[in-house]
């Protein structure tokens, strides 16, 4: 398939797009399943997501993007998502990603963020703000290349973390001390 099929039962609680070559994702494509809790799909190549795609997903706890591609998105593209918990994402850099993305994600528990094996040799940069307003959020883990900028500012919002997996090419003096600030996180 190369869109979202239209016509899906409004009662449709789990959806699954997986093994698809859908290049954008706009708010029509889920604008009458209001009782949709989880959503996943396998990407290939380049995803983008439409600011107000998921307007009206209220009751969306999980949100999983696999597969060997990567996302694309604007600043809001989260905002009215205050139930997910789980957000799975492959990106091509966090470099690109806006200020605050995951700010309105208030119930978020587990957040994941993989840059695909093609172009991990880019020299990442974790924004400062990428965890702010994330008070619940229990799991972290980051798939890259480094994380030139990781601070305890990075943090500061995230101190219910008990599990933390970031599997880098390179880590800098003094970024594990940073970890070691986390009171909840397991040894």
Known sequence: ????????????????LSYNHIPNLSPRDFENLHSLEELTMWIAGDLHIDSGTFVGLQRLR?????GNGYLTFGKETFKHL?????????IKSVTHMPEYVFSNL??????????????KADY????PSLLRGL?????????????????RESFADSQNLKKVHIELLFLECG?????NSLKNLKQ
Do not use: C
């Open 106 to 119: 208030t119930n978020l528990s587990k957040l994941s963020i993989r840059v695909p094996a093609q172009v």
């Open 82 to 90: 205050s139930s997910l918990q789980t957000l799975e994402i492959p």
């Open 175 to 179: 970024q594990i001390e940073i970890l």
């Open 135 to 151: 008070r619940y959020l229990e799991e972290f883990s980051f798939d890259g290349s480094s994380l030139a900028n990781l601070s």
């Open 62 to 66: 999980s949100l999983r993007f696999l």
């Open 124 to 127: 990442t940069l974790l924004p």
């Open 1 to 16: 398939m190369t869109s979202v099929p239209r016509h899906l039962p409004s009662s449709a609680t789990h959806l699954d």
